[in-house]
T-cell receptor, first 114, second 111 residues
Framework: DAGVTQSPTHLIKTRGQHVTLRCSPI?????VSWYQQVLGQGPQFIFQYYEKEERGRGNFPDRFSARQFPNYSSELNVNALLLGDSALYLC?????????????FGPGTRLLVL | QKEVEQDPGPLSVPEGAIVSLNCTYSNSAFQYFMWYRQYSRKGPELLMY????GNKEDGRFTAQVDKSSKYISLFIRDSQPSDSATYLCAMTSDTGNQFYFGTGTSLTVIP
């Protein structure tokens, strides 16, 4: 049974470019959350999606957007990249009964903006 | 004031020691509390998940929640070198729409 998968694993971009990160949740999970983890800090919540609808949004600029597809996979898009966007981007798969078992994280995508 | 405060350490202990990791929080709406372990350059791995106040034990790990003090702890007994990692506390309210993380505590267990 596959866990949470994310692609790509590493990415290097330059300032001003656009990036798309992808996530596939655990089979049977219909909700995903995206987090940004800057080196030395804890993950910061960006978005939560459930059944293709946005359920929550953290304090991130409009350059960050996301969507969820009918198969429950998700994309995180970041426009006009800044140096400060360099981070580990984590996707979490949220189980149906999240109050009985909590979210599970993927390995992350490490983004470096030069 | 941050929603969740966690001492970043670093914490260094000898093998076999008891480790105590702690977080404080300010939002009384938080009901679900988690501890994750994160190895360098990897995604967080769930260790413990508790609801409301009380204790939960799983092998060498014990999680404690004191909602009256807004304080949670993770104890690691008989610590092993393989426990060397960053430990993150996290919490959320009844809606579960947004999870809040501490900054993480870096732990090194010396053989």
């Amino acid at each position: 049974d596959a866990g949470v998968t994310q692609s790509p694993t590493h990415l290097i971009k330059t300032r001003g470019q656009h990036v798309t990160l992808r996530c596939s949740p655990i089979s049977g999970h219909k909700s995903v959350s995206w987090y940004q983890q800057v080196l030395g800090q804890g993950p910061q919540f960006i978005f939560q999606y459930y059944e293709k609808e946005e359920r929550g949004r953290g304090n991130f600029p409009d350059r960050f957007s996301a969507r969820q597809f009918p198969n429950y996979s998700s994309e995180l898009n970041v426009n006009a990249l800044l140096l400060g966007d360099s981070a580990l981007y984590l996707c979490a798969s949220n189980p149906p009964s999240w109050y009985q078992e909590t979210q599970y994280f993927g390995p992350g995508t490490r983004l470096l903006v030069l | 004031q941050k929603e969740v405060e966690q001492d970043p350490g670093p914490l260094s202990v000898p093998e076999g020691a008891i480790v105590s990791l702690n977080c404080t929080y300010s939002n009384s709406a938080f009901q679900y509390f988690m501890w994750y372990r994160q190895y360098s350059r990897k995604g967080p791995e769930l260790l413990m998940y508790t609801y409301s106040s009380g204790n939960k034990e799983d092998g060498r790990f014990t999680a404690q929640v004191d909602k009256s003090s807004k304080y949670i702890s993770l104890f690691i007994r008989d610590s092993q070198p393989s426990d060397s990692a960053t430990y993150l506390c996290a919490m959320t309210s009844d809606t579960g729409n947004q999870f809040y993380f501490g900054t993480g505590t870096s732990l090194t267990v010396i053989p």
